[in-house]
């Protein structure tokens, strides 16, 4: 995998953008038509977010480029995939995620469409009050 990573706070901030957009199909800019292209976010392994990228192309829709920028529009990765199935793993460490936000932009090179996955993290506190019955 090609790594264009500016700074390592970038890598983290992709994680939390997948929890508000991993379950939503991916749609392309223009109508109804659809990119095969999926984002989720897979969980946490040893301090790293992990999201899993899947395409679900043809033979004749079948390259795509995946470019990643962090929040202020810098690219940190950019890398063209060729294959009709495929699927691929992104990395990043959870204690330089911070509040910053990625972009994963995947374009059809046939089709020029794009889809866009914006990746935020959310931090929630929950406080559980029980009563019981003795």
């Not at 679900?56 to 079948?62: E, F, Q, T, Y």
């Not at 202020?72 to 009709?84: C, D, L």
Request: hydrophobic share 40%.
């Amino acid at each position: 995998m090609k790594k264009v990573w500016k700074n390592k706070s970038i890598m983290a901030v992709a994680f939390a953008a997948v929890f508000a957009t991993a379950s939503m199909p991916a749609l392309a800019n223009s109508g109804n038509r659809s990119i095969p292209v999926e984002l989720k976010f897979v969980g946490e392994t040893k301090n790293q977010y992990v999201f899993l990228l899947t395409f679900d192309g043809s033979a004749d829709d079948n390259e795509f480029v995946v470019s990643i920028s962090d929040e202020s529009g810098i690219p940190v990765y950019k890398e063209t995939v060729k294959a009709e199935k495929l699927s691929k793993r992104f990395f990043f460490n959870t204690e330089e995620f911070n509040s910053s936000k990625l972009k994963f932009q995947i374009t059809s090179k046939k089709t020029n469409e794009t889809v866009v996955y914006e990746v935020n993290q959310v931090v929630r506190t929950v406080q559980d009050v029980v009563v019981n019955k003795l």
